[in-house]
């Protein structure tokens, strides 16, 4: 469906930054760029939107199978062609544009941004770090999604919880969890996992290492429910924690409540960040807070389930009301190995909720 | 998305295949006159790197640089701390943390006394990488993809083959008359078990009802007019198969005046129109019907394999 209040927004930007054209790129991959206008998954390995100042809505898509249901969601023209550039010479034939943006540009194919450049005769130029501004305010609409998709997750974990045994391989682990999730209605998922001891440094696909008693089990999961992820990070024991392991959830579940009590509108998200380090660091435990140990300490969500602003101690950003972000102070210790813990986390006038209902706890089999 | 068994099954591709390959893009550094060959991946775009050194990326951009004469190397802003599994699935030993790929290329290219590199469809990348390097005083020799994939080899047949037989069983369990009354999404659910299982290492699962095309699963009831369609990526391999509740079926190849649509699975993308469908070179390709029936619209599909004697289902 196009996002009303989106397309509103952008026609507001358009005119403040005297855009003549707005396009909306999207791979198959970085899909948030296309679906944060049309909220809609398309087959091609590409597709594109072509807004107009004045309001005019132009999509080419590059499958058969997406012609109708994206004429259905933007009620405006759509081409279906086999090349993008074609379409973009077909789309863009007359168009008088001086100045034309992309949201999405740095991912598009340089063919592609070479043939837009011949056909309007100047460069286009970058919208997407504009528009990501925009998508990270949330409409009730989108957090309506996000909280259906906190409580798939929770739903998904309650099922890798059950699921796991001893013997059982990770990627039957992810079959058992990704089936249960998609049979629930998610779109897709993004899901690391690992298992083992203090040997694990971090999160993968899934191998075909069976669980053995004692290992920690560790695992993000990412429902996707109509465009928007939302996701939790939770550890599991197979059979009874080990006092190290019980002493690492410990301090995972201090850092995470840490960031969840510090987190509010106006706050710098290097302090999210900071705080949950510091709590490692009064541990005796700060040095693996580095970029060796860990890769960041949260990170927004949306229709990508790793937006900007990442949460660590050298981003500084200043959170805003229904901003909806993870905070998880995932990372090794010699105590346990690789833990990760995590909700997400919604901005409120007054400090933050968790979108999670999932025990906070260190889970066993 | 790419969270199956990444895995690197030796009997099905040996260590002496992927080095074939490697000497082979030697060759290919020798006719461009470069010192290095370049190929870029993306966890939607995996296809090529996957040929060259088995490795799959499950998030984020990569690049793979193919001296001439050594060992290739991995640039990558994946954490160090997943080295050790990207050694255990692939060929690479060198793995070069790079949050910022064109900067790492260029400074290994210095390095290493390289003026200039070939890349892989240059014209293909990013803009986000194509722009400082085509700026750069690097230079950059755009070589096509036929130089790199000529052709789909046997045992790349056979890989998609065992991927298409997956598919096809996996839905013809599905769409049994159990199938009836089920929502799409359970109909999902059903295939990501089977597929995850037998070690897909993505899934994209379509549905239509009869009224409209193959879409996302969206909570309808599957019906006697349902259709289904798997794309699914085995090892690697992709292949894309489409069935119907009511069995109906089309002959491969088309006869002239079906409703077709063709697309290439063995291109930089999972699947791509096919611009000349009449390739003198093996290609895989994906051949999707469009069946009128009973007033609805039913879908049938398989993967065949296209040459120059034409299209053979798989």
Not at chain 1, 54 to 76: F, H, K, M, Q
Request: hydrophobic share 40%; net charge negative; proline share 6%.
């Amino acid at each position: 469906m196009l996002n009303r209040e989106r397309y509103e927004q952008f026609i507001a930007l358009m005119r403040e930054r005297s855009w003549d054209l707005l396009l909306f790129y999207g791979d198959g991959w970085r899909r948030e760029h296309f679906r944060c206008l049309i909220n809609l998954s398309y087959s091609g390995p590409h597709a594109l939107i072509v807004l107009s100042r004045n309001g005019e809505l132009t999509t080419i898509v590059t499958d058969p199978w997406d012609l109708e249901p994206v004429r259905s969601a933007s009620g405006g023209r759509v081409i279906l062609v086999r090349q993008l550039a074609d379409g973009l010479r077909e789309a863009l034939a007359g168009a008088n544009a001086a100045v034309t943006a992309v949201n999405g540009l740095e991912q598009m194919e340089a063919r592609l941004v070479a043939a837009l450049t011949e056909q309007l005769k100047v460069p286009p130029v970058s919208a997407t770090l504009e528009i990501e501004e925009i998508r990270r305010i949330k409409t009730p609409w989108e957090i309506d999604l996000l909280r259906k998709a906190a409580e798939l997750a929770d739903r998904g974990y309650d099922r890798f919880a059950r699921v796991c045994e001893p013997g059982l391989r990770e990627f039957e682990l992810v079959a058992e969890v990704e089936a249960f999730i998609k049979a629930e209605g998610a779109e897709d998922n993004f899901m690391l996992i690992a298992s083992g001891g203090t040997e694990v440094t971090g999160m993968k696909p899934p191998t075909d290492r069976a669980l053995a008693r004692g290992d920690s089990v560790t695992t993000e999961l990412t429902p996707q429910v109509n465009g928007y992820y939302a996701q939790i990070c939770r550890t599991l024991v197979i059979g009874e924690p080990s006092e190290r392991q019980l002493e690492a959830y410990r301090i995972f579940s201090e850092a995470q409540q840490a960031a969840q009590d510090l987190l509010h509108p106006g706050v710098d998200i290097a302090d999210v960040a900071r705080v949950q380090n510091d709590v490692f660091r009064k541990n005796g435990y700060g040095e693996y807070t580095g970029s060796k140990y860990t890769r960041v300490r949260g990170h927004n969500l949306g229709l990508y389930p790793d937006e900007l602003p990442h949460v660590l101690e050298n981003v500084h950003y200043l959170c805003k009301k229904d901003m909806v972000l993870i905070a998880h102070p995932n990372t090794y210790l010699p105590l346990s190995g690789y833990m990760v813990f995590g909700d997400t986390l919604l901005v409120t006038d007054t400090g933050c909720v968790s979108l999670n209902r999932t025990e906070r706890r260190l889970f066993n089999t | 998305m790419k969270r199956g068994l990444i895995a690197w099954d030796r009997a099905r591709l040996p260590h002496a295949a992927l080095e074939a390959r490697l000497e082979s893009i030697e060759r290919v550094c020798d006719a461009h006159e470069v010192p290095a060959l370049v190929v870029y991946s993306d966890v939607w775009r995996s296809n090529d790197a996957r040929y060259v050194s088995n490795y799959m990326p499950y998030w984020n951009r990569a690049l793979i640089v193919v001296p001439r004469g050594g060992k290739p190397i991995l640039l990558c802003s994946l954490s160090p701390r997943v080295y050790p599994w990207i050694k255990s699935v692939t060929l690479h030993e060198e793995i070069l943390p790079s949050p910022n790929l064109p900067a790492q290329l260029q400074k290994l290219a210095a390095e290493r006394g390289w003026t200039r590199v070939g890349i892989v469809d240059f014209a293909g990348l990013p803009h986000e990488l194509h722009a400082p390097l085509a700026a750069g005083s690097l230079a950059i020799v755009d070589v096509p993809r036929s130089a790199v994939r000529p052709a789909a080899t046997q045992s790349e047949v056979a890989m998609h083959r065992h991927a298409a037989e997956l598919a096809r069983r996996s839905l013809a369990n599905a769409l049994g008359a159990e199938a009836i009354g089920v929502t799409d999404h359970v109909l999902a659910g059903r295939l990501e078990l089977a597929l995850r299982r037998e070690g897909a290492e993505d899934l994209v699962v379509l549905v239509s009802d009869g009224t409209t095309p193959p879409v996302p699963a969206r909570g309808a009831r599957i019906g006697e007019l349902s259709s289904a369609a798997v794309a699914l990526e085995w090892s690697g391999h992709w292949a894309k198969v489409a069935r119907n509740v009511a069995g109906l079926t089309r002959a491969l190849p088309p006869t002239p005046g079906s409703t077709v649509w063709e697309e290439s699975l063995s291109g930089p993308y999972p699947w791509t129109a096919l611009a000349e469908p009449a390739s003198a070179e093996q290609t895989i390709v994906s051949v999707q019907f469009e069946l009128p029936a009973r007033g609805a619209r039913l879908y049938y599909g398989d993967t065949c394999l296209r040459g120059p004697e034409g299209l053979l289902p798989l």
